[in-house]
């Protein structure tokens, strides 16, 4: 994964946790790369946001939360391949 899109996954998560959602559906072409057919779809649980504060503080924690959350999600060996199943549940809450 580059930097274009580990930002990019980074906004969305972002976005995600200020709506106060608690899972993210990520579908990659990383999977195609390992050799894995068919559609495979992760779900990342995403932790609580911030409801105090102001707008700008509420937005810089759910991005620093995102951050970790990206960079754990990416830390993933790329050997380390998909199980079998569609779905990989992935929790860092």
């Keep these: ?19 106060g959602e608690d899972e993210y559906k990520y579908s990659s072409e990383c999977f195609k ?13 995403l ?14 924690y759910a991005r620093m939360k995102a951050q970790e959350v990206v960079e754990v999600f ?5 050997s380390q391949k998909p199980s079998s199943d569609d779905r990989d549940y992935v929790d860092y809450a």
Excluded: F
């Design 47 to 60: 932790p609580l946001g911030q409801r105090t504060g102001t707008n700008h503080q509420q937005e810089t």
């Design 1 to 19: 994964m580059d930097w274009n899109e580990k930002y990019a996954l980074t906004e969305a998560i972002t976005k995600a946790i200020m709506r």
């Design 33 to 45: 790369i390992l050799g894995v057919s068919g559609e495979k779809i992760t779900i990342i649980s």
């Design 74 to 78: 990416c830390g993933r060996p790329i």
